[in-house]
């Protein structure tokens, strides 16, 4: 009986983690949120490189499209991730050919404690978060995920 219990409990858990996708089911407004808080990213000198081409990136929350011209940012644990062209130009600060420091813009941010997946707001891509990873807004309906000690690394 305890077994039953324990496999439907499990469900449960599952079809919450595969139906509610933080931007596109909800969108919660984090500042308002008592469990997040306001942080920044750190200047942290960072490679990045432009897509030639429409392409996918391999990121450590999942598959990714890129656009071609969007930067492909690779991370302080060789992560990589995509960003559009606009919102690299508005967020970076290139410090010399590829290579770009985050501007000091403030987001906030909370820790979760069940898995959960994230669609970013300029692809279909779904993002897989895990239980200690940090949801991230960036801006109205603009989410994103950082693992618990990529966070702690790269966050003030």
Same mark, same amino acid.
């Given at each position: ?6 496999? *439907?409990?499990?469900?449960?858990? !599952?079809? *919450? ?6 931007? /596109? $089911? ?8 008592? $469990? ?6 750190? +200047? ?6 432009? /897509? ?10 999942? +598959?990714?499209?890129?656009? %071609? ?11 990589? !991730?995509?960003?559009? %062209? #606009? =919102? ?11 290579? %770009?420091? =985050? *501007?000091?813009? +403030? ?11 994230? =669609?970013?707001? !300029? ?18 309906? #603009? ?9 702690? *690394?790269?966050? =003030?």
């Amino acid at each position: 009986f305890q077994e039953v219990l324990k496999m *439907k409990l499990l469900l449960e858990n !599952w079809r *919450k983690y595969l139906t509610e996708v933080v931007g /596109a $089911d909800e969108n919660p407004d984090l500042s308002q949120d008592s $469990d997040a808080f306001e942080t920044a990213k750190k +200047p942290i000198p960072l490679e990045f490189r432009v /897509a030639e081409e429409d392409e996918t990136i391999q990121t450590k929350e999942g +598959p990714v499209e890129a656009s %071609a011209g969007a930067a492909i940012m690779t991370g302080t644990e060789g992560e990589q !991730w995509p960003i559009p %062209a #606009d =919102k690299f130009a508005e967020t970076y600060d290139v410090l010399e050919p590829g290579k %770009a420091a =985050k *501007k000091d813009i +403030p987001v906030f941010a909370k820790e979760m404690s069940e898995p959960f997946q994230v =669609k970013v707001s !300029w692809s279909d891509a779904l993002l897989q978060g895990e239980a200690g990873d940090y949801l991230v807004q960036y801006g109205v309906g #603009d989410y994103g995920v950082v693992g618990r000690e990529i966070f702690r *690394k790269t966050y =003030k």
